[in-house]
T-cell receptor, first 113, second 113 residues
Framework: DTGVSQDPRHKITKRGQNVTFRCDPI?????LYWYRQTLGQGPEFLTY????????KSRLLSDRFSAERPKGSFSTLEIQRTEQGDSAMYLC???????????FGDGTRLSIL | AQKVTQAQTEISVVEKEDVTLDCVYE???????LFWYKQPPSGELVFLIR??????QNEISGRYSWNFQKSTSSFNFTITASQVVDSAVYFC??????????FGAGTILRVKS
């Protein structure tokens, strides 16, 4: 059983550049979540999808952030005009329905120069 | 509002000692779920246990045990006979009706040989 896969594992970019991350959930999971984790803190919820529909977005998700899940399978998270404060680990999780546990990927670590 | 407090920032023990990680939560809902996740140095969040608010029965899985007490809004995690491989950051999380997880700040557990 393949787990949640995230790409890339690490991303280093200059301030002001756009970045895009990809998440491939566990194949039969219809729910997909994005979280952000900064050093020394627990993950914070950003947004989630049920199939291709984006059902909730956190206030943390500014206008520079956009997430998509076009065919209800993989998802992308794009950050435009990156800022220093965007440096964090971006975690993706998936679950089968709303009751089952969320299973997490290894994350994408973003570093802004 | 939902809140999870893990008051212990860091705990150090010697191998074979028992250790308890504390978790206190706040919620206004009567239906909710509690979780524990482990985050080893590799970074991936590993699901350990889920508990729903109607099931206060304690659970034991090998060297791991969990004590859920609604009266004190606590969901504590005990590792018996700790091992070096238990060294990780442990997160407690809460989910009310809906889907997002609210995490505590985590407890760093260091097990020394």
């Amino acid at each position: 059983d393949t787990g949640v896969s995230q790409d890339p594992r690490h991303k280093i970019t200059k301030r002001g550049q756009n970045v895009t991350f990809r998440c491939d959930p566990i194949s039969e999971h219809n729910r997909l979540y994005w979280y952000r984790q900064t050093l020394g803190q627990g993950p914070e919820f950003l947004t989630y999808f049920q199939n291709e529909a984006q059902l909730e977005k956190s206030r943390l998700l500014s206008d520079r952030f956009s997430a998509e899940r076009p065919k209800g399978s993989f998802s992308t998270l794009e950050i435009q005009r990156t800022e220093q404060g965007d440096s964090a680990m971006y975690l993706c999780a998936s679950s089968l329905g709303d009751v089952q546990p969320q299973h997490f990927g290894d994350g994408t670590r973003l570093s802004i120069l | 509002a939902q809140k999870v407090t893990q008051a212990q920032t860091e705990i150090s023990v010697v191998e074979k000692e028992d250790v308890t990680l504390d978790c206190v939560y706040e919620t206004r809902d009567t239906t909710y779920y509690l979780f524990w996740y482990k985050q080893p140095p590799s970074g991936e969040l590993v699901f350990l246990i889920r508990r729903n608010s109607f099931d206060e029965q304690n659970e034991i899985s090998g060297r791991y045990s969990w004590n859920f007490q609604k009266s004190t809004s606590s969901f504590n995690f005990t590792i018996t006979a700790s091992q070096v491989v238990d060294s990780a950051v442990y997160f407690c999380a809460l989910r009310e009706y809906g889907n997002k997880l609210v995490f505590g700040a985590g407890t760093i557990l260091r097990v020394k040989s």
